[in-house]
């Protein structure tokens, strides 16, 4: 059985003191303090935590990400918070992408003349690839 401390204390004189909403109920002992022992929520594989910010900072939305690596919004907002990710600045230019397995992603490749003068990061996404195209064009600053 698992070790259980107190939350609070972080202390092992721990009983057990009946069930709430069907979840265990616990009183600590030493500081008196109340407590449930909350479940582990759905572990995420950390590839997905880090492909999601990668396209975040790429300028792809949270929706987009939702529907790419299939991981709730909510859940890549979340992160962004929880990692102090900042907002990609507003730039003049959008990102398009595609997903492609590898033999695709290699005619893509040969058959572009139009990734001279961009940029271009390729991702893996398990068996597929995300390749995220950009453009920027200097404005015309001349006086």
Known sequence: MKQINCPKCKGDNIAKSGVVKGRQR????????????????????????????????????????????????????????????????????????????HAELIDFIKERESLRNSGCMITELGDKFMLIKWERFRKNTSR
């Open 26 to 101: 616990y009183h600590c002992k030493s500081c008196n303090y109340y407590f449930t022992v909350l479940k582990e929520g759905k572990n995420i594989d950390p590839y997905y935590v880090i492909k999601a910010l990668q396209l975040y900072i790429e300028g792809i939305s949270l929706r987009e990400i939702e529907r790419i690596l299939g991981i709730s919004h909510v859940s890549v907002l979340n992160w962004v918070r929880k990692y102090n990710i900042k907002s990609p600045e507003n730039y003049d230019y959008r990102p398009t992408y595609k997903v492609l397995s």
